[in-house]
């Protein structure tokens, strides 16, 4: 048995979520060599190869069709989209009118059960030595704090079983938002008020907040422009070699 020492370099395991219009799709065009599997047709503005998926079948002979090509990055757009089509052949598969039909909550384990068909097929292309990109529209739920009071926070838009799915599957779950900053100024009768002023730059958080879900395993900053080029930055960072220390 092999043992193997020392941090190893993998391509990247990415989860990328946020709101409507902030830049995700132009974030992971300028990742190296990239092909998106576009589910939602949401990339025809973009000077980008894609193949456009239309069903999960579909979507598991496009992932084998890029497996042994020139790519190095696949980009599922979105994830939502590909919930939809793994639910789509679940009920094709089952017969079943909808999810709710079994009851009891089975329809939903069995529809993460073909989500995982897919993360599978996620990770024979990650063993190919590509990267690959989840792209996720954003939600805000209302989170129970055990430990507190109740708030509202960004968190993965995709069903409650299927969210811990990517959230586990990634190494990295970006969120990304405009940048925004709190100003404080003088009310009516003297009195100050914050209020939040946004500047319009496009960042990722990277990691977990009280406002947002994210994570990372490479000592990212908190927050990062949305760029892929300085993403990769930090990536090749967390990869030098110490000082001091031999490669």
């Known amino acids: 048995m092999e043992i193997i020492s020392g941090v190893q370099r993998a391509p990247l395991k990415v989860v990328l979520y946020g709101s409507e ?12 060599t990239p092909i998106f599997l576009d589910a939602e047709s949401g990339t025809l503005q973009l000077p980008v190869d894609r193949i456009l998926v239309k069903g999960f079948e579909h979507g598991l002979d496009a992932i084998a069709q890029v497996l042994d090509s020139k790519y190095q990055t696949v980009i599922f757009d979105s994830a939502d989209a590909f919930v939809d089509l793994a639910t789509q052949e679940l009920l094709v598969r089952t017969g079943w009118e909808s999810v709710e039909t079994p009851g009891y909550g089975r329809g939903y384990v069995e529809q993460a059960d073909v989500v995982r068909e897919l993360l599978r097929a996620a990770d024979a292309l990650i063993g190919a030595g590509k990267n690959v990109v989840f792209i996720v529209h954003a939600a805000i739920q209302r989170f129970a704090d055990p430990a507190g009071d109740s708030f509202d926070r960004w968190t993965l838009s995709t069903p409650k079983k299927i969210s811990p799915l990517l ?7 970006l969120f990304a938002d405009h940048d925004r900053s709190i100003i404080t100024k003088k009310g009516d009768f003297g009195q100050e008020k914050k ?17 947002h879900d994210a ?11 949305l760029d892929w080029l300085t993403f990769e930055g930090h ?8 000082k001091g220390k031999k490669a």
């Not at 219009?21 to 190296?32: D, E, I, L, R």
């Not at 209020?195 to 406002?211: D, L, M, N, P, Q």
């Open 21 to 32: 219009g902030v830049g995700k799709s132009t974030f992971c065009a300028n990742a190296p």
């Open 235 to 242: 990536i090749n960072d967390f990869y030098k070699p110490a």
């Open 195 to 211: 209020v939040a002023k946004e500047w319009g730059a496009r960042i990722a958080f990277t990691e977990h907040r009280g406002s």
């Open 167 to 173: 959230s586990e599957w990634c190494d990295t779950m």
């Open 215 to 225: 994570k990372n395993r490479f000592s990212l900053p908190e927050k990062i422009p």
